[in-house]
Structures are given as structure tokens and as C-alpha cells.
């Protein structure tokens, strides 16, 4: 989808400061500052990197930045105040699908691989359980923030292979860009990260992948471009402008994964080989092992990847809500409407494909399928969840 440059005089602000965090699915504000794409809809961005989620939401709660990457839950969490100040969050553009793994020390790989007749999950229940027997302290898996894809995920994979995530194991936050480190010294004996830190992690001998968030839940959202809403309805047109820009750099993305490589390299300081094995979809589960077709390890704008479903909030606050992370009372419907707004995606987007009706259900397709839209039926990915369950929003 061509899209115009923006000649409107009526933008709200011109100027704007946006938060990322050091990882592979920031690459589309990078993208639509270094080709150009904020420029062409009149806007000056200065783009900054931060330490942690939780600083990046804080920044952007109280207007140090006008929007940032986020993490999807974190927009319902913040909304609801959950351990933070609350102020009600809005996305209306989903940056991509997919992109995180559980990457493991690799002593406790080969204390996995005993158990070769068995799948990854059902293999490290026995480890945990042989862990149990021998009076040996729990596992400690870290992920990024109470209130993220990576840790549901993660608890959804566990408690599918009998592992009690609350229980079972000692669960822990960190920093992405800090995982390898603590790995590396004992800290931690996992962790669930975005890329690139699942291949820094590999290609130093460290650790390696035992799954990918794709065989957890196929094409899952991960992160979104959110803003409160009070600058939302301060800045409509602005908002707008911000949507287009990263759009067409989502769209650019799909077609110049070695390009993206590059220019993120120049950003985050890590080499582009070790950014290309999850951008390319060559992926390597381990230093020594061969690399695997993974094409849909990381989705920029293919299968509607932009849009925000409400159909993805609602899941995630059912997840939420089965680990005791909300409050009593929580109508998920109503919160996955006030946080997700598709209908500033198509204010903004009016010729981008369009879901026809509200999709309702997850986990019914183990492979391509199509959604009928507004502009005709389109490509999706699969939505299967590992565990064969399938999701129908109330």
C-alpha cells in the first residue's frame, strides 16, 4: 500500500520523542526515522534508547516521551495501575508478530537432551522434577517484566508440559540486554528474551534455544506502539502521522531483512551476523547445530501484523487473569476495547486491508488461512497454540 506524504498543516505537534528498548522489533521506529518515513508526514522525531520496560513506561506516563515500543500487556497493566501509577494507555499499531525464545545454560540443555524420547517440555518437567527429588534448588528463568508476552508465554509452555511456572520454578525480571550476562555467570539458568539476545547467546557458547515464542503460540503479538490516552486525543492528527510513518516502514522491513540488519547494528552495537539469523528466519538453535528455516520468525507487516485485534488484548487478559496478575472484577472485553483502537489504525490506514468483522477466536489454524477484509480476502499465518487450545473472546 502506497502511502502519501502527509501535507497537512493541522499536525498537533511536529517535534516528538519516542522510546525503544536494544532489540531486533524496534527496527520500525528505527526504520521510519533513517528512511525518511516521519519526515515525509512533517515530523521531527528524536528517537532514545532506554534501560528497562519499566522506564520506558514511566518516561511515557509522564510526557518525557510522547509514545515508545511497548510491551502489549503493559499497555492493560498501566491502564488497570498495576504495580505502577495508572493512567490510561492506548495502541493503535502493533509493531510485528513473533520474535521471542527461551534460551537455556547449556548444561541444563544436556541434562535436557537425557530425556531425547520425550518433547522439549515434557523433557524439562523431568529435569525439574529430578531437580525436586534431589533436593536441588528450583530452576531460575528470567523474562523481561511481569507484564509481558514473554512471561505469559512462558507460563502458557510450562503449564502445558505439567510445570507449575508459579511453583516449580523461581521466576525473575530483567533487562533483555542484561540476560546474557547473568547467564553467562550463574545467575539465572534461563531466560525468555526478544531478539537479538537469544543469538548473542548462542553464538558465544553460552546457551542455547530450547523453543521460540512461534512454537508457543503461532504469530503471536508482541510489541505495540502505545501512548497514554489523554496524548492520543490531544494529538489525533499527530497520532495519524506517527501510524503512516510505521507502516510503511513495517512494509519496507518485510523485503530488506540484510538492510535491517545494518541499520540496527549501528543502533543496539551487535554485529549484523548476529542480528540476521532471527531477521533472515535462518535460524540456529545452537552454536554447533545447523540452521533451520524459520521464515516467520519475525513478522513486521505480513498477516495484518499491524493491526491492533482486539481478539490479542482479550487473550492476553485472560492470561492475565489466570496467573492472579488482575484485579477482581476486570471486564476483559471492555479493557481490550479501551486499550486496543482499531479505529484509529483505520482513520489512519483507511486503504490498508480491514477486518470484515471482529475476530473472535484463536488457535483454530495450524497453518495459512484467509481473512476476508474489506479490500478481499488476505494471507494470514497460522494462530495455533501449543497446547491445541483454542480461544473464543466473550
Avoid at 511497548?70 to 491502564?79: F, G, K, N, S, V
Avoid at 515434557?122 to 528470567?142: F, M, P
Avoid at 503449564?159 to 539465572?188: C, E, F, K, R, Y
Wanted: aromatic content about 8%; hydrophobic content about 40%.
Amino acid at each position: 500500500m502506497e502511502l502519501s506524504v502527509n501535507s497537512e498543516a493541522n499536525l498537533e505537534k511536529t517535534h516528538l520523542t519516542l522510546g525503544y528498548m536494544p532489540l531486533t522489533d524496534c527496527l520500525p521506529l528505527i526504520t521510519a526515522l533513517e528512511n525518511g518515513y516521519f519526515a515525509e508526514q512533517g515530523l521531527e522525531v528524536e528517537l532514545r534508547q532506554e534501560v528497562s520496560w519499566a522506564n520506558i513506561r514511566d518516561k511515557v506516563i509522564v510526557g518525557h516521551l510522547d509514545g515508545a515500543q511497548m510491551l502489549a500487556p503493559m499497555i492493560m497493566a498501566t491502564t488497570l495501575g498495576l504495580s505502577c501509577l495508572q493512567k490510561p494507555m492506548i495502541t493503535a499499531f502493533s509493531l510485528g508478530l513473533n520474535g521471542n525464545a527461551l534460551t537455556l545454560s547449556v548444561p541444563l540443555i544436556e541434562a535436557i537432551n537425557r530425556y531425547d524420547q520425550l518433547n522439549s517440555g515434557e523433557a524439562l518437567a523431568k529435569v525439574v522434577q529430578d531437580r525436586k527429588t534431589q533436593g536441588k534448588a528450583a530452576l531460575v528463568i528470567a523474562s523481561v517484566f511481569p507484564y509481558s508476552c514473554h512471561t505469559l508465554q512462558l507460563k502458557y509452555w510450562l503449564a502445558a508440559a505439567g510445570i507449575n511456572p508459579d511453583t516449580d520454578i523461581q521466576l525473575v525480571g530483567l533487562p533483555p540486554s542484561q540476560m546474557v550476562d547473568h547467564l553467562a555467570l550463574g545467575h539465572i539458568d534461563g531466560f525468555i528474551a526478544g531478539a537479538p539476545w537469544n543469538s548473542v547467546s548462542i553464538s558465544t557458547g553460552i546457551g542455547n534455544c530450547l523453543t521460540t515464542s512461534y512454537s508457543i503460540w503461532q504469530n503471536s503479538p508482541e510489541k505495540v506502539f502505545g501512548v497514554t490516552a489523554d496524548w492520543a486525543e490531544e494529538n489525533p492528527n499527530t497520532h495519524i502521522a506517527v501510524i503512516k510513518a510505521l507502516y510503511k516502514a513495517c512494509a519496507w522491513l518485510e523485503d530488506h531483512r540484510a538492510e535491517a540488519a545494518s541499520l540496527l547494528s549501528s543502533y543496539v552495537g551487535i554485529e549484523s551476523s548476529t542480528l540476521l539469523p532471527a531477521l533472515s528466519g535462518n535460524f540456529a538453535f545452537g552454536k554447533t547445530t545447523s540452521a533451520v528455516a524459520m521464515p516467520d520468525m519475525l513478522v513486521f507487516n505480513r498477516y495484518l501484523a499491524n493491526y491492533p485485534f482486539h481478539c490479542h488484548a482479550a487473550f492476553l487478559i485472560e492470561q492475565m487473569a489466570r496467573w492472579q496478575d488482575l484485579p477482581a472484577g476486570v471486564d476483559s472485553k471492555a479493557l481490550a476495547a479501551q486499550c486496543y483502537r482499531p479505529d484509529i489504525y483505520q482513520q489512519a490506514l483507511p486503504d490498508s486491508p480491514i477486518p470484515n468483522e471482529p475476530r473472535l477466536s484463536l488457535g483454530e489454524h495450524q497453518g495459512n488461512w484467509q481473512l476476508n477484509t474489506q479490500q478481499g480476502s488476505i494471507d494470514m499465518g497460522g494462530d495455533a497454540l501449543c497446547d491445541g487450545q483454542v480461544f473464543v473472546s466473550s
